[in-house]
């Protein structure tokens, strides 16, 4: 059935060919019980039990596309599938009992028959409750998913839409898709290395099996070849209803100690990257009336110890964004700035093995903002049409305090790295 069905769907469709193949192997039984009988019919719990075992495989079927159009983790989705399916099997299995004993036409009528004895009525009682429980239970869990992809509580402004995400392969390009997957988004990750890509797109579609997901590596830098992915993204796609301007590098070090090539590495992808993209997505996004969304730093609106090359760029990247926030706009464009505080990505991880204690230090005042919150509340800003968006209520109480005590911000800021000179001299 293929590498990424999950296994889920696998639980059900094996269900449906045991129970099906049980309703005919069954229905061999009644009919031969019918024409044995004197008047030609069948005890009841062998009918019963062919006709469950047919109906159980046709519910099978039902649970399994539940289970493709799932948002649920496919470990709840498993866990939720193979419940409905063994309390299905149980039932079967008890009716082929009663069928193959003769023993009673109602199992529920008191006492409570099988073979020569009889249970008790707790007993029963209780495998009812439960029989009841993981039938419904694990069915009507499963049924939120397609509930949800269709009266999903989020509005459907992602819905269908073509999404283009560049950085998209890992940190919080991928974690950005990760969300929009299952809200029926139309993606197309970009990245510079094609092997991330293919993997990152393997993941979405085994964690989201509907997912819609294509690839396209690009060097975001080089602006002909950013054309050209643009317009082949387009043609594919047939439209561009949002571009997340997400790639980016970082660099940190004293002034003295960054090379020349490392302010134009960093300028080339954080700045003239999302420069290059944007002017050949703008046709695009201006015909379908679309969304740009420029993810900048808290970095981009203050100076921080260490940045020199990675804070010029986010500041480049901030005025730029302020100016397509007056163009833009009135061409049927909606513009918004992301201004996240650090967060745990993989280029934070590297960041964090080399970088200065002064820039920790100074970074680290507003604290780390989780990855689910970042991506929650850039997609919450984006639904209710804000422009600048800092994700984090304790980055937005910082950047509020930067904004207007600018002074104050400052002198916390020599302090900091003061202090940090002085723990560690060296």
């Excluded at 706009?329 to 964090?352: N, R, S």
Aim: glycine residues 8%.
């Amino acid at each position: 059935m293929g590498e990424n069905v999950p296994n889920a769907v696998l639980i059900a469709i094996l269900g449906c060919g045991c129970f099906f193949t049980v309703g005919l192997v069954t229905g061999i039984w009644k009919y031969t019980r019918m024409i044995t009988s004197p008047n030609a019919q069948a005890p009841v719990y062998v009918d019963i039990c062919h006709r469950s075992a047919l109906m159980y495989s046709f519910a099978c079927l039902v649970l399994a596309e539940f289970a493709r159009l799932s948002v649920w983790p496919s470990v709840v989705n498993t866990v939720a599938v193979a419940a409905a399916v063994t309390f299905f099997a149980t039932a079967v299995a008890n009716y082929a009992i009663h069928g193959w004993l003769n023993d009673t036409d109602n199992m529920l009528r008191r006492p409570h028959v099988l073979g020569k004895g009889t249970v008790h009525g707790k007993v029963v009682h209780r495998y009812v409750m439960a029989l009841i429980l993981g039938e419904f239970g694990g069915s009507s869990y499963s049924f939120q998913a397609p509930w949800r992809q269709c009266w999903p509580r989020e509005p459907l402004m992602f819905r269908l839409r073509s999404i283009v995400i560049t950085g998209g392969s890992t940190g919080l390009g991928f974690a950005l898709a990760d969300a929009l997957a299952p809200l029926g988004a139309r993606l197309t990750l970009v990245s510079r290395q094609a092997d991330n890509l293919d993997l990152a797109a393997r993941q979405l579609r085994r964690r989201h099996s509907y997912a819609d997901i294509e690839v396209q590596a690009l060097d975001v830098g080089d602006p002909e070849a950013t054309r050209l992915a643009i317009e082949t993204i387009a043609r594919r796609c047939g439209r561009i209803d949002m571009l997340f301007n997400n790639a980016g590098v970082m660099r940190e070090g004293r002034f003295e100690t960054l090379a020349e090539d490392d302010f134009q590495s960093v300028m080339r992808t954080n700045f003239h990257g999302v420069v290059n993209v944007t002017r050949a997505a703008l046709v695009h996004l201006r015909a379908s009336r679309g969304h740009l969304v420029n993810i900048a730093s808290v970095a981009g609106l203050t100076g921080t110890f260490g940045f020199t090359a990675y804070a010029s760029a986010k500041h480049a990247l901030v005025g730029f964004t302020e100016c397509l926030s007056y163009e833009l706009p009135p061409q049927g464009i909606k513009v918004h700035l992301v201004c996240p505080a650090e967060f745990e990505t993989p280029m934070v991880a590297e960041l964090d093995s080399y970088r200065t204690p002064e820039n920790r230090r100074h970074t680290l005042a507003i604290p780390r903002t989780s990855l689910e919150t970042v991506v929650a509340d850039t997609l919450a800003g984006i639904r209710h049409g804000r422009y600048f968006i800092v994700p984090g209520r304790r980055a937005r109480l910082a950047v509020l305090g930067l904004r207007l005590f600018p002074s104050v911000a400052r002198r916390l800021g020599a302090r900091l790295v003061a202090n940090a000179q002085q723990e560690d001299p060296a």
